[in-house]
């Protein structure tokens, strides 16, 4: 930005500031000019456009700023008023007068003629609007500004920041604020001293400055840049390597969640369900649906999601073993094949019923966005609950299967059927109820899944080969074996996909466990006594 | 008079009422739609049935073609490669359609191509693709390389000043195609080797979590990073998805696609991804009237105030009325009059303009640049000043950049080697 840029600037922060100043409106005549010149010019000339309308003083400034940022300032085309677009869907708009703020009804999105801003006129004007908030008194839109402002200082916001940065009392606030000088520094004027502020830093725009330092002419400022960026990548390394043990322990975690359900029926019952893909999609089917019941409440749904995932998809499963497993007990090739042949018919049946389409299921707000645990390193909120939620799904299975008659009741039978009979236990309602608990676990996988990964009549498919590698590798029949294999196995997978891509990555995985079933057929933890050889 | 002569009068008079008859009720025109309605194409291609569909009807309530209805003979081929030249032979073979609109991937039109060749019939095709191919059957309304992935690299590099490149893309033919020549072309430009970064995932890969990192990492050097994406299909969704969730910013790092449109967009709240750009040749949220017109007609046509159109529905708009102009101009609805008649044919396109069918095969688009909008909509930035047409051999390939293709009378060629003399200079094509 030039110097004019700059001291427009400077005088927008005046008059913005100090409303009391400012409060006389610029004739409409004028306003009317200011936009249409702002409507008229290609994207270059819009830039002094802006820095024109942010200079003017007028009040309005900062909502036609804010709108024209968002693509929503547009003029109607037969009338030549200048609007602010209120909602954008469909094919009439909401909108209200930019000048007086009158409410305008519904307009013809034919006789909309939006006012086009790109991605370099809105960071423009998101360092203007955060040189206003500079001086907010919420500290948090002031840490946010100071943030924005790394790498966007200019020479007359420069002259500024030193009495900024003395009368900022937020710490962040503050060392933010230096960060952004010493770069300004750092690249404009070849600071040296400049360097030594930026050494420990692990934003994204320091280093950049250090590394454009590097290659710079002056040996004095290219070393001391080289030093500081030496202790930089030493702290990067570490947040790297945290970085990666998170992803990996989150892949991990989804891989848990898919295999849980199939621990219990394959594991402990012994029944190859091939459509247990689709019953964690019924899971995450039941998210979209329950959020399609409560609109404009996410968050509850995908909470109430929790256990009517778990009913539908246990329901579902439990019909499917009445139907088609309980009469093909001890044939498991054709169990295979005939819930294979199930879960195709799900499969089309959600297509036919629903849609074909993927369904849109919201995050909601305490969902998305990251937890910065410092600038190079924030854990993304939506993988975190879906760690936590695996661990909590786990534990909830092992108390079950550790402390109640119908965990009890479950081993009894697995490993001595005949025996657990004659001692009174009704086979067949544990049958169910096992199945029906496995299933229910899917479900649960898959009101998690929808928060991840596309909700649509494939989900399940992407998932039903992980989930037996998973409990094979992990060994049949034991759930530890399947928590340590689910979150080693993504481990492993992370580690492997920086340096060998995706593809690989997977390929590797597979002959990995393919060698080791050599090795150990049962797994990592194979069952012991008569029942594992039965 | 004789018992012949009456007889003959009498079947004459017969003949006559029996071709009145026929004059309202000739053999409609048969349009064979060849979309997946099932499988994991569905959700992209059943779309474009519909769009056939609504043509059709619309075409139809104005009098057909010649005086003729036209009839729509749909099949599903099920998403299922093969199944695609089945189908396809069932369409030419059994139902003996006039024409075939139809395919989505590359690799389902490869598997139809030999089967159209064969039978003589005609396809339209819709979607964008990696080019190197021509034949005398098939006409490619969708962009060739030249009208999409090149442009929006010069975009990139000249308005914004990228300067070093993650070209991210799914394992299939397309992309790496496309990357192939995105890679020849920046390394001719003058951009080394190391500030050029490959990445090539599954089909439905949804865990994104170490390439986005990989990718942030790359592009904090100080130099301007943009990634090209080619990821394909409902991959995109958790992609876009972790780039949101990793604070990656479009002015920071922003992500051209060219596989991500409106239909994409719609599963996903685009707030967060506001700036991010995709290149193609139409845009739901183009100011024409005839855009507007037709996007009243498909929300009336599907019954949904939100449906949204995209760029391969505008490729079916205009390569159904190319075939219609072709066949009334030859009067006909035969094979070779109509490949004949239609190069040279223009109607107008959605954006306010006109396509031209190229002799190639290939048509003229103009090639825009939209940026993500809160609303899930495009907002254009940046256009090409005039039409571009499409180039079915690309320059940035060693083996095809001295190929031409011209399917007029007498060259009647689809990959003329320039520098030989001679047709059948065959490329190196990217096989599948």
Redesign the interface.
Known sequence: MGITGSLSRLLLVCLLLWPAMATAQVDDPEAQQLLTALAESS?AEKKDVVNRIAGSGDERARTWLEAFA??KLARIESTGQFVIVLS????NWDVESATTGESLGEVS??DI??I?????L??EL?SILSVIDLKSPDEDSRLTAARALRGNVDDGLADQLPDLIEAETASDVQLALTEALAIYRVEEQGDKSAVAVLSGSLN?EA???L??AVRSDDPALAAAANKALESIEQKLKFN?AA??LY?GL??GS?LVLAAIGLAITFGVMGVINMAHGELIMLGAYTTWGMQQLLPGQPGLALILSIPAGFLVAALAGIAIERTVIQHLKGRPLETLLATFGVSLILQ?LV?TVIS?????V??PDWM???VMINEAL?L????MYVIGFALVVFAGLMLIMRKTRLGLEVRAVTQNRAMARSMGIKATKVDILTFGLGSGVAGLAGVALSQ???V?P?LGQ?YIIDSFMVVVFGGVGNLWGTLLAGLSLGTIN?LL??WA???LA?ILVLVFIILFIQKRPRGLFPQKGRAAEG | MSIKKHVKLGLSALALSVSLNSVAAEDPIKVGILHSLSGTMAISESTLKDTMLMLIEKQNAEGGILGRQLEPVVVDPASNWPLFAEKARELLAKEKVDVIFGNWTSVSRKSVLPVVEELNGLLFYPVQYEGEESSENVFYTGAAPNQQAIPAVDYLMNEIGVERWVLAGTDYVYPRTTNKILETYLKDAGVSADDIMINYTPFGHSNWQSIVSDIKKFGSTGKKTAVVSTINGDANVPFYRELANQGIDAADIPVVAFSVGEQELSGIDTGPLVGHLAAWNYFMSVDSDANYDFIDAWVEHTGKEDAVTNDPMEAHYIGFNMYVEAVKKAGTTDVEAVKDAIIGVAVPNLTGGYATMMPNHHITKPVLIGEIQDNGQFSVVWETPSTVAGDAWSDFLPGSKDLISDWRKPMKCGNFNVVTGSCGGKAEVASN
């Open positions: 994207f968002a693509n954008n869907r469909g094919r999105r034919r003629d939006t086009r801003v790109n991605n370099s809105r960071s998101e994204s280093r950049a400055a590394q454009n790297r970085e990666t992803f989150s892949l989804v089309q297509r074909p389409l993927n369904r849109t919201i995050t998305s966005g990251s924030s993304t909120l939506n993988r991840i990964t596309n649509g494939n992407n992370q996909e920086p891509g995706a593809v997977k």
